[in-house]
């Protein structure tokens, strides 16, 4: 059992930053496969960034993420970050870390196990 709790979330201006991190519990935290999520309101979820287990080698982003969103893991600390720059409203939404108990790294949310209850982040104009 993972228990995820992400943090970092806040109103901040267009063209700001923000670093989403997330929490997890247990000592198998390397082992998974870790997402982040995002929805915005009466929208579905969508996939914006995972990352691989262990070294974190193999990493996905979303289309309209790329180049502005990063995202890596610290193992030690049992926390995976989401460094959002150049942010813009459309990047309203909370967003939700995810981990996966399968060795794949996917961009599916159907495909994780574990949820964070989200962090709200409020990109104004």
């Known amino acids: 059992q993972v228990q995820l709790v992400e943090s970092g979330g806040g109103l901040v201006q267009a063209g700001g930053s923000l670093r989403l991190s997330c929490a997890a519990s247990?000592?198998?935290?390397?082992?998974?496969?870790m997402g982040w999520f995002r929805q915005a309101p009466g929208k579905e979820r969508e996939f914006v960034a995972a990352i691989r287990q262990w070294s974190g080698s193999i990493i996905y982003y979303a289309d309209s993420v790329k180049g502005r969103f990063t995202i890596s893991r610290a193992n030690a600390k049992n926390t995976v970050y989401l460094q959002m720059n150049s942010l813009k409203p459309e990047h309203t939404a909370v967003y939700y870390c995810?981990?996966?108990?399968?060795?794949?790294?996917?961009?599916?949310?159907?495909?994780?196990?574990?949820w964070g209850q989200g962090t709200q982040v409020t990109v104004s104009s």
């Open positions: 995810a981990a996966r108990s399968n060795v794949v790294v996917t961009a599916s949310a159907n495909a994780y196990n574990y």
């Open positions: 247990g000592r198998t935290f390397s082992s998974y496969p």
